[in-house]
């Protein structure tokens, strides 16, 4: 399955593909994570807090190609995709793995994906850098197999995704 997660509109038409998901992630609702661990205890494997994100993370473990649409924002996601991203922990076990002489989280039951990020609003440098080690040190917890990271202006977004999500 792939998966498009965006924090705004696209005009992406996930019926060309019928192993193509589309969530625009601004047009739910979808709260903070409060660090309560519920899901690691109370509850595993599920959040204690029922919104939206109850339906997206399960999304996201599945996928074996996810397309992330983001602003990038000092360096990081944008609040819309940070917010979703940190809701995802229940994908994650409390157990800790050794993953190149590094301490990570246990994946529960994540299929290993390709990750491609369409970066917009950044074009410096220096923040496209601290963003860029930002994907790559998250690759390791999202169980990412490869991913490549374009920065490009937020008009080119519905092509670059379509295009993408065609491959």
């Not at 609040?79 to 590094?102: C, N, S």
């Not at 923040?127 to 990412?144: H, I, P, T, Y």
Request: net charge neutral; hydrophobic share 40%.
């Amino acid at each position: 399955m792939k998966l498009i997660l965006s924090d705004r509109p696209l005009s992406v038409q996930p019926t060309n593909l019928a192993d193509l998901q589309y969530i625009d992630l601004s047009g739910l609702k979808i709260a903070n994570c409060v660090g309560c661990f519920g899901c690691w205890t109370k509850t595993p494997g599920s959040c204690v807090i029922r919104d939206d994100a109850t339906r997206v993370y399960p999304l996201i473990a599945k996928s074996e190609k996810i397309i992330y649409v983001s602003r990038v924002k000092y360096g990081g996601y944008d609040t819309v995709m940070k917010t979703m991203l940190e809701r995802a922990i229940p994908i994650q076990q409390a157990f800790i793995r050794l993953v190149d002489g590094e301490t990570h989280h246990v994946q529960r039951e994540v299929m290993p994906k390709d990750a491609v990020i369409f970066a917009y609003g950044c074009n410096d440098k220096d923040e496209q850098e601290l963003f860029s080690r930002l994907v790559a040190r998250n690759a390791k917890n999202m169980c990412f197999k490869s991913w490549d990271i374009h920065f490009c202006d937020e008009r080119e977004l519905d092509n670059l995704v379509e295009s993408e999500a065609a491959k």
